[in-house]
């Protein structure tokens, strides 16, 4: 499983995970499912839909990306929409390769391509360990 340096490890100051620390070499990958995002939901579960997607952008722009280390249930908020496959879909692979689709990111997030409103995250706080994690007990 590919550790995506750098990457945020969650959105500063929640507990909304980004990544994974290891690949679960038991069962696998969690598939990635599509979740529906309702009006209704909560104003945290949006700001970390739109932290993610953020994090995405900065780190990946819009090349394709391997799944790697991030967090099948963030990715499943926005597969299908501001995420997509890029071949045929593998919910359940570490390699599969995704990328962001601009446009409908743009759509649905504008205040992220806002030029003066941009909201800031704060990547810097120190949360990012989590990408950076060697195992080194070999696991």
């Known amino acids: 499983m590919l550790k995506h340096r750098g990457f945020p490890g969650r959105l500063p100051g929640t ?9 679960n070499r038991k069962k696998g990958a969690t598939p990635i499912t599509r979740r529906e995002r309702f009006k209704d939901r909560k104003a945290a579960d949006k700001r970390a839909d739109a932290g993610f997607l953020s994090a995405l952008i900065e780190h990946f722009g819009d090349e394709p990306f391997p799944r790697g280390n991030l967090d099948a249930g963030r990715l499943s908020w926005l597969i299908g929409r501001e995420v997509k496959p890029v071949g045929d879909f593998d919910p359940a692979d570490y390699d599969q390769l ?3 689709d601009m446009a409908a990111a743009e759509a649905a997030f504008p205040e992220l391509f806002a030029k003066d409103e941009a909201p800031a995250f704060d990547w810097d706080d120190g949360d990012d360990d989590w990408g ?3 195992d080194e007990a070999g696991r």
């Open 15 to 23: 507990d909304f995970q980004f990544v994974i620390r290891r690949e």
């Open 98 to 100: 995704l990328q962001i």
């Open 132 to 134: 950076d994690d060697d």
